[in-house]
Structure formats: C-alpha cells, structure tokens
C-alpha cells in the first residue's frame, strides 16, 4: 500500500483530505465535460477508481490511528478567560 505525500507530517495519513479532493474533482469534471467523448470519459473512470482505492485505504488504516482526547478544567479555564480575555468594546 502506498501513503500518499498529500502532508507535511509523515506520521499522519490524510485520505479524508484526498477523497473530499478527489470528490470534487469528479464533481467539476461532470461541469466541465457536459458532452464528452469516451477517450475524456476514461479520465472520469480513472477520478472514481482513484476514490475508491483512496477509500479502501482509509478503512485499512483505521485500526492504527492514535485516538487523543483532553479534558480541561473548567475552573482553570474559566480563571485564564477571565485573566487574559480582552474586553469588547462596542
């Protein structure tokens, strides 16, 4: 399986970034072929092919993400507002 170089940190996969890219590429190519002829189709074919293996490899990827949470203090934070929040003047 190849990692596409879509990111400038290697140890993140963006596949969801290349299939929205890829969605919308298949979107405009129908705007802008309204009448195409089967050699330009083959590029559309070629869009959704694209879509599909990019899809296949976000799902086997799926297993070996990093899931992260945080949880913040709402006191804490709450003081920081209150500390370093500019005032807004109407």
């Known amino acids: 399986?190849?990692?596409?170089?879509?990111?400038?940190?290697d140890g993140?996969?963006?596949?969801?970034?290349q299939g929205r890219k890829l969605c919308l590429n298949y979107q405009v190519w129908h705007e802008n072929n309204p009448n195409p002829?089967?050699?330009?189709?083959?590029?559309?074919?070629?869009?959704?092919q694209k879509l599909v293996?990019?899809?296949i490899n976000y799902v086997d990827n799926i297993p070996y993400w990093i899931k992260h949470t945080s949880?913040?203090?709402?006191?804490?934070?709450?003081?920081?507002?209150k500390d370093n929040q500019v005032p807004y003047d109407e």
């Open 37 to 48: 002829t089967q050699d330009e189709a083959r590029a559309l074919i070629a869009i959704a």
């Open 1 to 9: 399986m190849q990692i596409p170089k879509e990111t400038d940190d």
């Open 12 to 17: 993140i996969v963006k596949y969801k970034r």
């Open 53 to 55: 293996e990019t899809a």
């Open 71 to 81: 949880t913040h203090q709402l006191k804490e934070h709450q003081e920081y507002l």
